[in-house]
């Protein structure tokens, strides 16, 4: 099993910026994902970003691209997403997620693991 605590989230303003951090715990593996899903209210969940924990290599939504950057911290088990230029449709639940795969595997399978999810607005 693996454990993902989330931390960061809350209210900022349109064309803000706002860091998310996760860190993983529990049985990790030397090759796996870990990133972020979000799911507005009364949508689906969607990937967001995420990161491949052995080389770094990222992928991420076009949604997001130029704006969102994921980032990881070995030595602690963590991952950041620093948010900036937000808009109010980026306002939802982001969840952590991991998975024993690629991060663009992952994007298009889903994740075997989920965090509890940390709320994100952006609103004026």
């Known amino acids: 099993q693996v454990q993902l605590v989330e931390s960061g989230g809350g209210l900022v303003q349109p064309g803000g910026s706002l860091r998310l951090s996760c860190t993983a715990s529990?049985?990790?593996?030397?090759?796996?994902?870990i990133g972020w899903f979000r799911q507005a209210l009364g949508k689906e969940r969607e990937f967001v970003v995420a990161?491949?924990?052995?080389?770094?290599?990222?992928y991420s939504a076009p949604s997001v691209k130029g704006r969102f950057t994921i980032s990881r911290d070995n030595a602690k088990s963590t991952v950041h997403l620093e948010m900036n230029s937000l808009k109010p449709e980026d306002t939802a639940v982001y969840f952590c997620?991991?998975?024993?795969?690629?991060?663009?595997?992952?994007?298009?399978?889903?994740?075997?693991?989920w965090g509890q999810g940390t709320q994100v607005t952006v609103s004026s």
């Open positions: 990161i491949n924990w052995s080389d770094g290599r990222t």
């Open positions: 997620a991991a998975d024993l795969n690629t991060a663009q595997a992952m994007a298009l399978r889903g994740p075997g693991y």
């Open positions: 529990g049985r990790t593996f030397s090759t796996y994902a």
